[in-house]
């Protein structure tokens, strides 16, 4: 991330700060840690960055989120109006707390199990998206919020990144954080946000029931790592000594948050005055430095922006939803793939006025009524041979979103515009599967093919 006043922090890996210099530390160390790597890497690693008006083209706030979970763990769009309550509590996804009288209008895509939601949006223009942490705080024995939960609370009660920030920690010191958060393997975990509004974001990292609060100037980004040092705000626990020294070292580095929240930072600092939606997008979309012969299937370990999974214990994690949300002083754009890795999906324009096309809710296993399972048959189809078979539709991708963006800022019916822009993408994606399938299926690594294999088989997918 991007501190007031100072270089570019994070952990672990090579960054270029403000001058261009590069700075860091060592490069990734290989572990025999075996239960390390299966809990760093069963099921979550994700990616979040911000962009603030003096850093993007139009003066607006830019907020970019990758969902990285199981392969098989299907994301739900979900969007709730603004209500009054007069229950005395809500359920999260394990645990009850107190109702406020008044929620705001949200936009969440999230896991279809949980209650939070991995990122969102809400009617006043505040978004924001969580990460998986992995700190030294000692398990609480009972459930507490996931950081989802959090998350969703945050927006259904915030007007402002700053009331974001005192909700979620409230509520953090209140209840604690913890519970199963994987879909099929254990996972328990600690959580960090980017919090942004309309013209200001924050970073807020936790360790247990402790957090701290940093606020962004012009970009910033996280990964599955603590990143900060000196901060404006912190509970008592974390008051004294850097953030980053309650980090888990051997999870964290397991996770390779440091080289993926490296990469989205030095993209930020690059692009500076000139980040659009389109920029994050593709930074989104990111693979790293790679060439046209690029596969998925090349590597047993690593992984990059756009995370793509292979044989486990070290790869099992698939960025499963995508969002960049665009906010204005008055106007919020939000741009969902409600699918499945972004470089074979389409972005896909959603407003507060317009709503969400009907849909079935996505389940676990395929459904091919369902926007996400839909998309997963043309997915996968490309993981078989993914050079030949990305290079066939990837530009009718991109000119398809040019068309979606070039329209989104002129047209009148919201609600119908989004429609089309469903029905379009599913279309495409349709005539896409099938030039897919007329290029010969690589040969795949044994081990990459055989963990595709398995998860197509429990998921129902032939």
Known sequence: MTRRGGPTVTTGALCVTEG????????????????????????????????????????????????????????????????????????????????????????????????????????????????????????????????????????????????????????????????????????????????????????????????????????????????????????????????????????????????RQCRTSDSLSAARGRIDVSTAMRLLRDHGDVGPAWSPAQRLTGQTVCAHAGFGPIRVAQSTGSMVSHVTGDDITVWLTGTSAPCTSVFKPVWFEGGLPTSKPPGRQFDANTLWWRHEVLHRATLRNYPDRHAAFAKLRDDLEAEFLAAAGTTGDRAQFTADCFAQAARAEDGWLDTVRAIPAAKLPTLYDRAWRKWDRLAGLS
């Open 20 to 259: 261009g210099a590069l700075r860091g530390g060592a490069p990734p160390l290989a572990f025999s840690g075996h239960h390390a790597v299966k809990q760093a890497h069963n099921g979550r690693m994700c990616d979040t960055f911000v962009s603030l008006p003096d850093a993007t083209a139009d003066g607006s706030v830019i907020l970019g989120k990758n969902s990285d979970r199981e392969p098989n763990e299907a994301h739900e769009l979900a969007m709730l109006p603004a209500a009054d309550h007069d229950d005395a509590t809500v359920r999260a996804t394990y645990i009850d707390v107190p109702q406020v009288s008044h929620t705001h209008a949200v936009l969440l895509s999230k896991p279809y199990w949980i209650w939070g939601a991995e990122m969102g949006v809400n009617e006043h223009g505040v978004a924001i998206g969580n990460e998986a942490v992995f700190t030294k705080a000692k398990r609480e024995k009972s459930p507490g919020l996931l950081g989802m939960d959090l998350l969703r609370l945050g927006l259904e009660r915030a007007a402002t990144a700053d009331e974001a920030v005192d909700v979620i920690t409230t509520l953090l010191q209140t209840h604690g954080q913890g519970g199963q958060a994987g879909h099929t393997h254990k996972l328990v975990y600690d959580n960090s946000f980017i919090i942004s509004d309309r013209t200001q974001a924050w970073i807020l990292e936790t360790v247990g029931r402790d957090w701290a609060a940093q606020q962004v100037d012009r970009t910033a980004s996280i990964s599955n790592g603590l990143t900060l040092g000196e901060v404006d705000r912190a509970s008592r626990g974390l008051q004294g000594a850097a953030v980053t020294s309650h980090s888990d070292f051997l999870y964290t580095r397991f996770s390779d948050s440091a080289a």
